[in-house]
């Protein structure tokens, strides 16, 4: 029968497919560095990795800040790939432990797994992703021996259900609260969405870069581009029956690059490039950074939480809309 352990790796197995995994950005595509393996080699070399010395490996460091990225976009994927890679040195312990204390094997299983994504949870701040994998496989070994000689049904499985089902840790609820501009003042929700639209569009006239917003839109027009569009299409709140098209919503963050390098995300946070260089070896950066060979990237979504710049749903009409009235034009009747 099936235990925690089969589920986290079939889940795992399941998304990821025979496709090659980028874990440097996350996307294949977008990646400077051209080779990447599938799966299944990738979960080997971290295995092996984890097994020689996961706080040297640079594979681990950059599977660590993945997941971190992963959990602010409200996505657990990169975090299960962890576990998938860290439970193998669990089976024989659990097998073990169960054999010697007579506790049930799952139940033991159960209590490692959700030992160490409490572990995952306590070190998101203050702990370099270096030293993470360690301190999870640490503590799940810790408990394993206290489940045995406890005796008790202290750890189910619905506890670990319970970890697999919630989407949403307090960095996330964060993420999404930042998202909303507050115009609590106006009762109208469509009125509400217009305002917000509206005023990034004239915002982004202002700096002189809305010609590149227009090819943007021209894209989503043209069906040529669907980057999260997806996403914001689905949210039933989206029906407004004044707008050209309901498929052109998109997210603020789409305009923006995935990632970009440490030295302009320093210049955007105010601090120098050494000093964010010192920030990242010693694990205290305010949030993940990717690595990608030699350099490092920072995920534009990750920066925008940290500067309090609200991720927003808008409308290419509203949009053009605000340029248009930023730029002295009429506003279309």
Same mark, same amino acid.
């Given at each position: ?19 090659? +995994?980028?874990?440097? #950005?996350?996307? +294949? ?9 599938? &799966? ?14 996961? *706080? ?30 860290? +439970?193998?040195?669990?089976? /024989? ?25 409490? +572990? ?16 999870? #496989?640490?503590? /799940? ?13 202290? &750890? ?13 840790? /307090? ?5 999404? /609260? ?33 010609? *590149? ?25 989206l029906s407004r029956s004044r707008i050209s098209d309901p498929s052109l919503y998109y997210y603020a963050s789409d305009l923006y690059p995935s990632f970009i390098g440490l030295r302009e995300a320093a210049a955007v946070m105010g601090i120098a490039e050494s000093a964010a260089h010192r920030l990242v070896r010693a694990g205290e950066f305010p949030f993940p950074v990717a690595r990608a060979g030699r350099s490092y990237k920072v995920s534009v979504k990750a920066l925008m939480h940290f500067k309090e710049i609200p991720d927003v749903i808008v409308h290419i009409d509203d949009m053009e809309n605000g340029a248009l009235h930023a730029g002295g034009g009429a506003r279309p009747v």
């Open positions: 029968m099936p235990d925690v352990f089969d589920r986290i790796e079939w889940n795992v197995r399941k998304i990821f497919g025979g496709e090659p +995994v980028c874990v440097h #950005v996350g996307s +294949v595509e977008e990646c400077d560095i051209k080779r990447h393996p599938t &799966y299944p080699k990738l979960r080997s070399e971290a295995i092996a990795a984890g097994v020689r010395s996961a *706080s040297s490996s640079r594979l681990w460091e950059s599977m660590i800040t993945m997941g971190r990225l992963s959990d602010l976009d409200g996505s657990d994927k990169w975090r299960m790939v962890i576990l998938d890679c860290i +439970v193998p040195c669990f089976r /024989a312990l659990s097998t073990r432990v169960s054999r010697d204390f007579q506790v049930e094997r799952e139940e033991i299983r159960s209590a490692m797994v959700t030992t160490a994504l409490e +572990v995952w949870c306590d070190t998101a701040t203050g702990v370099p992703p270096r030293h993470v994998r360690d301190r999870m #496989v640490k503590a /799940a070994f810790e408990v394993a021996f206290q489940r045995g000689r406890i005796g008790s049904p202290e &750890y189910l499985t619905d506890d670990v259900d319970m970890f697999f089902e919630s989407k949403v840790s /307090a960095q996330e609820s964060a993420l999404k /609260a930042s998202s909303v501009i507050d115009l609590a003042c106006i009762r109208d929700a469509d009125v509400a969405e217009q305002i917000r639209g509206e005023r990034l569009g004239a915002l982004l006239q202002g700096m002189g870069c809305f010609d *590149s917003v227009r090819g943007f839109h021209e894209d989503l027009r043209s069906g040529r581009r669907s980057g999260c569009v997806g996403r914001a299409v689905s949210d039933s709140r």
